[in-house]
């Protein structure tokens, strides 16, 4: 069983950054896609980076520029830095892996697993 362990969240003001981290247990993330995605209060669930096997990135266009998606496969470990954090950045972010490591997919559907997510909330 694949388990995936987010941390980093937090409280922070706006024009702060934090730097979270997805911890993979029991499955080896050097040839996998993994993605962050994010659950702001309201909307659904969307995918804002992924990074494939091959190390080639995507990101949705509402955070290039502000947010930084990378992996450390010795530590089996993918993180997520954002800089420059806003009100609107507040939500639930969570991990996942893919089984197809092709391409850094930003579609929900493509992540089998999951992590619990760790909580952003950005103060004006």
């Known amino acids: 069983q694949v388990h995936l362990v987010e941390s980093g969240g937090g409280s922070v003001q706006a024009g702060g950054s934090l730097r979270l981290s997805c911890k993979v247990s029991?499955?080896?993330?050097?040839?996998?896609?993994m993605a962050w995605f994010r659950q702001i209060p309201g909307k659904q669930r969307e995918g804002v980076a992924a990074?494939?096997?091959?190390?080639?990135?995507n990101y949705v266009d509402s955070v290039k520029g502000r947010f930084t998606i990378s992996k450390d496969n010795f530590e089996n470990t993918l993180y997520l830095q954002i800089d420059r954090l806003s009100p609107e950045d507040t939500g639930l972010y969570y991990c996942?892996?893919?089984?197809?490591?092709?391409?850094?997919?930003?579609?929900?559907?493509?992540?089998?697993?999951w992590g619990q997510g760790t909580q952003v909330t950005v103060s004006s």
């Open positions: 029991d499955f080896v993330i050097t040839t996998l896609s």
């Open positions: 996942a892996v893919s089984r197809m490591p092709g391409y850094p997919s930003l579609r929900e559907s493509d992540y089998t697993y």
């Open positions: 990074i494939a096997g091959s190390d080639i990135i």
